[in-house]
Structures are given as C-alpha cells and as structure tokens.
C-alpha cells in the first residue's frame, strides 16, 4: 500500500480560484502568472485531497462524497484541498525567484533519482490516475525549493531569522533521550504471567543486575547475559526479533516530494539502476529529513492497475465527461504458579565476553511522549531520571532496567539530525508564512481540467 500524506507545502486560506471557462485543452491544471502546471500535478493534488478526504469521514459514513468534512461537503472541501496545494506550490515557486534562488546540479541529479525510485515502484498507480513522470518531477522540484526558502530563513550561519545551534541542541535535549535498557520479561518460557514469588525472583533478578551496572559493569555485559538466559529458558536458537522501537528517535527520514515517509526499495533491497547522487560539501544544504511530525495524519492510496484513459504527460486523449457522481503482548493464562527461580542467568563476566558484547550498539533515541519503549517508561525516562542515571521501571508485563546516557554522547547524532530538528521548532512559523505568500497569489483553475479529472476517479480504483 502507498502512503500519502498531506504534502508539506502548508495550508493556505485559500480565495475562489479564477476559472478559464470553455477551454478545452486539459494538458494544464491551473496557471499562475506566466507558469503553466501540468494536468498531472492538478491530478496529485487532488488525488491528495480525495484520500484526505476518505480518512476524515465519519466510520458511520460509507461513502466519502455524501459525508460532510469540516463542515462543508466532502467535495467542496476536496476541491478545496487541491487548490490550496496548487496555490501553495506556486507560492513556493514565485517565492523562489523572488529570493533570487537557484537549484544546483545536485538537487536536479537528487529529485531524477528519487522519481525513478518512485516509479519503480508506484509508476503503474500514477500513470493509472493521469500522472506523468514530468508532473511528480515538477512537485518534487518544488519541495526541494521549498526546503531552500526555509533553510534561508533559518539557517544558524547566515539565515534571515536564524536559529541559533545553542538553541536546536536546547530543543534535541528537552525531547530526545538516548538509552540502553533490558526488558526483564514477567512471564515464564510457556508465556504465562508469572504469580508473587515469580515476580520476586524477576526483581531480584533487575536488581542484582542494577547494582553491577552501578558498580561499573558493562550494561551491554548485562544485556547480553540477559538475552542468553532467556533464550536458554525459552529453548530458543535463533536471534531474538529486532526491537520496533531501534531507532524511534532518530530524526532522519527518507521521504517523498511531499513530506511522506516512503519506501523505495523493494523487499530485497533492490533499486532501478540509477545513480546516487552524491551530497555537495555544504552540510546545511537541504537533506532528505524535510518532515519530521510523526503525528501527522496519514492517508491510505491503494496500488492500482493503470487506468484505461491516459492523461498528463503521457497521452492527450480526452476522457468521458460521463462519469457518475457518486503493542502488546497476548494475554496468557495466570493459573499456573511459575517463578523464575528455575533458571538462573549464568554469569559471564570475563574479559573475552565483555570485549565482544561492547562491540554491539544497544543504544536507542528516543522520543518524549511516544510509547517506546512504553509509555509509562517513556515518562519516567523524561520526567524523573537524568543523564548517567539506571532506574528499575514496572511496567505490565515486564521490569525494565533503563539506563539514560547523554544525548550527544555520539558525536555524530546532532550534525545528522540538526535540519529535522530545525523544522520540528519552525515548520508550523514556516507554514504560516507560506499561507501568506500564498493568499497573495493569482491563480487561473481549468474548468476543463476539473471537469475530466473528477474526484469520483478516485474511488474506480
């Protein structure tokens, strides 16, 4: 399934578009000034607005186009949505001239490559709704213009309102935490809930291990004892599952012209074959961590055969006007007294056993206010402990053992995740700002363009 959210380009209070009545060429969208956009990019800020739109109604509502969103009809707020995208897109492009700005060599080379990933996953669902290869380049053009106007405002070296590295370490620190942890588990090797006494043991267990860690013992030592001895109680060979919540803090992400976390590397990790770009010297340059509200709403587009009508870039063929409108762990049971008194974890404490497990990273970010590792211990991590810290947290069905290290403990975490950090603190400023550029623009609709490519489309598919 694809993915789409709302593209990053903000939400302007959008004025009633000017319409080109009678026209008949649908190989354009809407016209600003002397630029023409493309009927493809009208169809992905629609189709946009049409899954937006089915994720917004109500669940009594089946039907998306006879449901009420914000309280307007489900299409007029559709067609809303669209030309808000459309108006703020050319906003971002007249901005771009204005600022006397340039895109390099670099961000061209960036944007082919990442159209080529994109089609070579998704090309047959674009192409099925109208949306040529040249049309998606245009709008991931302009999200990379849009991620330059920002970095201009706020770049800490020479930005016109600059935000200075003092200031987005301050933001890293009061919302990041990096932590090694053991989750002691409180269920025996058949996964029933362990009674009194097999809790006991269990927190004796986190205990022993807390005070050898404060004593200077190698947590990762300790983790690693750890993970042996469950896998030798639960008779289990292979390599315990990699942990979801690895990484939940790091800022970085790779994503799409719009804002959306994408995958575009197949299963196997293969890719077309293009070439990488590689990065210009100038950290500051825009990098590919242009979203970073993970509470932003995300919509559903389903992977589709390509549609029999052919529009965009592809083809000039007209379609019919006809179309009609219309985490947690499973439950076990308790009634079995177990404890884990049965199986001590074996202690290995030698220097050959220590040496290996430092070479493995443990370490996680993460995020004030997610679930990782759980809630309960996500708040205690920030609200009552401190940096150097190991603290023994109950939490359901498990004892963790957290110990909170210092964030900037790897040189590296505040050069790759500075720019996302940047646009956690300005992003809502920066949208703001663009509402106003974009209000001031003139904008021509097609009348013939919205005409062919009706939102009921959408829902064919």
């Known amino acids: 399934m694809f993915k789409a959210k709302k593209i990053l380009a903000g939400a302007a209070a959008l004025a009633v578009a000017l319409s080109c009545t009678g026209c008949s060429d649908t190989s354009w969208g809407a016209k600003s000034g002397d630029t023409e956009y493309r009927a493809g990019i009208y169809i992905y800020h629609a189709m946009n607005a049409y899954f937006d739109a089915e994720s917004k109604k109500a669940e009594t509502d089946t039907d998306v186009f006879s449901s009420t969103i914000e309280e307007m009809p489900a299409k007029d707020w559709m067609a809303k949505e669209t030309e808000k995208n459309l108006r703020n897109q050319a906003a971002i492009d007249a901005k771009f001239t204005e600022m006397g700005l340039e895109l390099d060599e670099y961000s061209t080379s960036y944007a082919d490559y990442m159209v080529e990933q994109m089609w070579s996953q998704y090309g047959d669902m674009f192409e ?132 959306n976390t994408v995958t575009v590397f197949d299963e196997d990790d293969n890719v077309s074959e293009v070439t990488v770009p590689e990065s210009p010297a100038n950290e500051d340059s825009p990098e590919e961590e242009t979203s970073v509200n993970e509470d932003e709403e995300e919509t559903t587009v389903p992977k589709t055969e390509a549609d029999e009508e052919e529009t965009d870039d592809t083809s000039d063929e007209e379609a019919d006007d006809d179309t009609d409108e219309s985490e947690t762990e ?89 720019n996302a950090a940047l646009y956690e603190m300005k992003e809502e400023e920066f949208s703001a700002m663009v509402d106003t550029w974009a209000e001031a623009v003139s904008l021509t609709i097609n009348d013939a363009a919205v005409k062919r490519y009706k939102f009921e489309k959408f829902a064919e598919k």
């Not at 919540?245 to 012209?257: F, L, P, R, S």
């Not at 957290?402 to 505040?414: G, I, N, P, Q």
Request: no cysteine; glycine share 6%.
């Open 128 to 259: 099925g709704y109208g949306i040529g290869k040249e049309s998606y380049r245009d709008i991931y053009l302009n999200s990379i213009k849009r991620d330059e106007i920002f970095m201009k405002y706020y770049n800490s070296e020479d930005g016109i309102t600059p935000v200075s590295e003092e200031d987005i370490k301050a933001h890293m620190l009061d919302n990041y935490a990096r932590v090694k942890y053991i989750a002691l588990n409180l269920k025996d090797a058949e996964g029933n809930l362990l009674k009194s006494e097999g809790k006991a043991e269990v927190m004796k267990m986190a205990e022993d291990y807390l005070a050898r860690a404060e004593s200077g013992e190698s947590f990762d030592a300790l983790i690693a004892e750890y993970d042996a001895y469950w896998s030798e109680l639960t008779g289990a060979d292979e390599e315990p599952e990699e942990d979801n919540t690895e990484g939940a803090g790091q800022i970085i992400a790779i994503e799409d012209a719009e804002g």
């Open 330 to 418: 499973p439950v076990s049971s308790d009634n079995t007294e177990t404890t884990a008194a049965e199986t001590e974890p074996a202690e290995d404490t030698s220097a050959d056993a220590e040496e290996d497990v430092e070479a493995v990273n443990n370490e996680k970010v993460i995020k004030k206010g997610d679930y990782s590792p759980s809630k309960n211990v996500n708040d205690a991590i920030f609200n009552t402990m401190k940096d150097g810290e190991y603290k023994i947290i109950e939490d359901g069905e498990y004892y963790y053992l957290v110990y909170r290290m210092e964030l900037f403990s790897d040189e590296t975490y505040y050069d790759t995740n500075k």
